[in-house]
């Protein structure tokens, strides 16, 4: 029975997100999943995520994302990047996982391990 509380923001199309979902209830972590493309996050939010991840923003951007290109944004700031992120959610990188031993970007998935 799941006993450790977590949260993942996901996407069910992706495959990362989904194996990242199926590592977590492996290790009896039964997470709050939020479709991140359904109930977007602000831009607080997503912040607060990068910043708790401790990676760059840029890291946190789907550079492949055809909107990316079509939006400039390879030489954005920072904070043109968060703004573009909260408009359109897409853009943010996936998945992000967070438990109470921290938060992390699950590219690779293995980083998740280190807040299991």
Do not use: W
């Not at 209830?25 to 607080?44: C, F, H, M, S, W």
């Not at 789907?62 to 954005?76: F, N, Q, S, T, V």
């Amino acid at each position: 029975m799941a006993s450790v509380e977590g949260v993942i923001y996901h996407n069910p199309k992706c495959s990362t997100s989904r194996k990242t979902l199926e590592l977590l209830r492996d290790n009896g972590i039964e997470p709050t999943v939020i479709q991140y493309l359904k109930t977007p996050p602000a831009r607080a939010e997503v912040a607060k995520l990068i910043a708790d991840a401790g990676i760059p923003v840029r890291a946190a951007v789907r550079k492949r994302e055809a909107l990316y290109a079509e939006l400039g944004l390879a030489e954005a700031s920072d904070d043109e990047l968060l703004d573009a992120i909260a408009q359109h959610p897409v853009l943010l990188e996936r998945p992000f996982v967070v438990t109470a031993k921290g938060t992390r970007l699950a590219r690779p998935i293995d980083d998740v391990r280190e807040i299991l």
